[in-house]
C-alpha cells in the first residue's frame, strides 16, 4: 500500500500542535507494518533549522526523511511560506491562510505526478489540504495517472475550517461556479474543510467519541448538517503517541531518565523544574502541570478560577503555553499574586514541555471540547496522573481512578466541578499509597501507534478495494 501523507506541520520539522506529532509518529508507525510511505508539507523557515539534512531537488522542492526510508517533500514558496508563524501571528490569521494553502495543495499534487510517486490513497489533514480531493476531482480528474488514487480527510480539529471571504473562490480557478455553492459556501463565506468533506471518499477523526460529538449542535461547529450527510463514511481512530521520541528512559531533554521501576528517579526531575520555575522545592507539595495552547478550547478561563486557591491548598502549578493574547493577559494577572507557587512560560518549548511532563505529580486538561488530546497520553507514559474533563478523546482514554480507571475527571463543564476534582487529586497525592499505585497503573498503558496504525491500514485496505 502506497500512502502520501498530505499536511501542514510534521515533527521534527514544524509544530503548533498534535497535528504535528500525529503526521510523523503515524507514518513511521505504517512503515513499520511494510507499507510504503511519503510526507508532503510547505517548507518554513523552521525546517532547516532541524538536525535532519534537507536537500534541494528542484525550485521548488526540496527532500528530508523520516523513520527509515520515508521522504518528506517540502514545496518551497517564499512569500507563501517564508514566515514567522505556520497561520498566522500576533496579529492574528494570515488573512490570504486560502491563497497558501491552495497553492501547496495543488504544488503537492504536481509534486507527486512529476516524481511518479503513485499513491493508493492520499490521506490528508484538516481544512489545510482539504482541497486536495476537490482538486484531484474537479481539476486533476480521476483519470490516467490519478485513476486509481482515493483520498481521506482526517479532521484534528473542527474548530478550524479555513474560512475566507467569498470572493476567494474566484481564485481557487474553479471552471464550474455552481461548485462554490455545492462544496465551498458557509454563511457567506468560502470553507476549505467543508469543501474537503463534501469530497473526500472517507473522513476520520482521532477518536470514537470526538467522531459523534461533531455530528452533534453542540460541537459541530456549523457543519453538523455537512457531516450528517457523510454519516457513513466517518470513523474515530484514536491518536497514539510516538513512544520513542516520549520515552522517560531515554528522553535527553530531561533531568534524569527514569523507568516504571525507578519512579524515585522522577522524584529528582520534580525536584529539577521546581527550582527551574522558580518554585520551592518541596517534594510533598502536589505539583501540577498544563502545556498546551492557549486558546478558547483548552479551558484557559477555569483554570484561571482555580490559580487564587494555590495557597489555601498547597500546591503548585506550572503553566507553559502560547497562543492568543487575551488569554496570555488573563493568565498573567490571575498568576501575578502567588510567584511562589505559580510558574508561567509563556512560550511554545518543546524541551520544556518534556521536563514538565517529567516533573509534574498532575496534568491539567481541562479543556472545553479535545478531539483527541496527546498530552494526557504523554503524561501516563512519564507516570503522571491526567485530570480532565469527560470530552472527546479524553473520555475515551482516561476513566476516573475510584472507578478502577487511571485519572481524575470531571463531568460538568464549570469552575466548580473543575476544583471538585482538583480537590479529590490534591486529596489522593496526599495518600501516598493509594497514589503510588495509581502512578504504577498510568505506566502500564500503552498508548504507542502500534494498534492504531493498523486499524488505519485496514482502513486504507478498504478504501483501496471499493
Ligand atoms: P492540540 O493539537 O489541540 O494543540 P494535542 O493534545 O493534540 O493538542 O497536542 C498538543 C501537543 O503540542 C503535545 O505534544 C504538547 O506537548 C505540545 N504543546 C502544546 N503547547 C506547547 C508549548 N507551549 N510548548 C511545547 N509543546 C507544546
Known sequence: MKVAFCTSEAVPFAKTGGLADVCAALPIALE???????????????????????????????????????????????????????????????????????YFCDQALQVLQALQWKADVIHCHDWQTSLIPVLLRYRFGHEGFWEKTKTLLTIHNLAYQGTGPAGDY?????????????????????????????????????SPQYAREIQTRELGCGLEGVLAKRRRDI??????????????????????????????????????????????????????????RLSHQKGI?????????????????IILGNGEKQY??????????APERIALFLEFNEALAHQIYAGCDILLMPSRYEPCGLNQLIALRYGVIPLVFRTGGLADTITPYDQGGNGFVFDTYSANDFKSALRQAVDIYRDKDVFAALRVKAFSYDFSWDSSARLYADFYQQMVAE
Open 170 to 206: 474566484a481564485g481557487l480557478g474553479f471552471a464550474r461556479d455552481s461548485l462554490y455553492d455545492e462544496l465551498f459556501e458557509f454563511y457567506g463565506q468560502i470553507n476549505l474543510l467543508k469543501a474537503g468533506i463534501m469530497t473526500s471518499e472517507r473522513i476520520t477523526t482521532v
Open 32 to 102: 513499520k507494518l511494510g507499507h510504503q510511505l511519503c510526507v508532503v508539507m510547505p517548507q518554513y523557515p523552521g525546517v532547516e533549522t532541524t538536525s535532519l539534512p534537507v536537500e534541494i531537488i528542484n525550485d521548488h522542492v526540496s527532500q528530508s526523511q523520516l523513520g527509515d526510508h520515508i521522504p518528506v517533500f517540502f514545496i518551497r514558496h517564499e512569500k507563501y511560506f517564508h514566515r514567522s508563524g505556520l497561520y498566522g501571528d500576533r496579529n492574528g490569521d494570515y488573512n490570504d491562510n486560502v491563497q497558501r494553502f491552495h
Open 235 to 292: 470513523t474515530g481512530i484514536l491518536n497514539g503517541i510516538d513512544t520513542r521520541l516520549w520515552n522517560p528512559e531515554t528522553d535527553p531533554d530531561i533531568h534524569k531518565n527514569y523507568s516504571p521501576r525507578q519512579v524515585a528517579d522522577k522524584q529528582a526531575n520534580k525536584a529539577f523544574i521546581q527550582k527551574k520555575a522558580g518554585l520551592a522545592c518541596n517534594p510533598d507539595t502536589p505539583l501540577f502541570g498544563l502545556v498546551g
Open 301 to 317: 478561563d477555569l483554570l484561571a478560577e482555580i490559580l487564587p486557591h494555590v495557597e489555601e491548598w498547597d500546591i503548585q502549578i
Open 328 to 337: 496570555e493577559d488573563l493568565l498573567r494577572a490571575a498568576c501575578a499574586h
